[in-house]
């Protein structure tokens, strides 16, 4: 059974950073791309950021890019998203999902597994 379990999350100040981690088990880690997605209250889901199975290409959202970083272990079926000068608006839970295939992509539909999501808070 499929199981992404993130951690990391919390409250910093604006300008601060975070570091995130999805621990993936049950599916073939190393052969999937990617992703993380985040959802603020009374928002839609939006992409944040993905890399591909191999992990040798990133894509990031414009509102994140030269912001956040993301980076998997393959060894240690983990992904990782770094965050640093945090802003209040990227206050939101952040979920972390694998895509079908190898490949990057930044429509939800394409990633069948899902983690519970972390709460990232930024205060002002």
């Known amino acids: 059974q499929a199981q992404l379990v993130e951690s990391g999350g919390g409250l910093v100040q604006a300008g601060g950073s975070l570091r995130l981690s999805c621990a993936a088990s049950?599916?073939?880690?190393?052969?999937?791309?990617m992703g993380w997605f985040r959802q603020a209250p009374g928002k839609e889901r939006e992409f944040v950021a993905a890399?591909?199975?191999?992990?040798?290409?990133?894509s990031y959202a414009n509102s994140v890019k030269g912001r956040f970083t993301i980076s998997r272990d393959n060894a240690k079926n983990t992904v990782y998203l770094q965050m640093n000068n945090l802003k209040p608006e990227d206050t939101a839970i952040y979920c972390c999902?694998?895509?079908?295939?190898?490949?990057?992509?930044?429509?939800?539909?394409?990633?069948?597994?899902w983690g519970q999501g972390t709460q990232v808070t930024v205060s002002s």
């Open positions: 999902a694998a895509d079908r295939n190898m490949y990057i992509s930044i429509l939800p539909s394409e990633f069948d597994y």
């Open positions: 049950g599916f073939t880690f190393s052969s999937r791309a």
């Open positions: 890399i591909t199975a191999s992990g040798s290409t990133p």
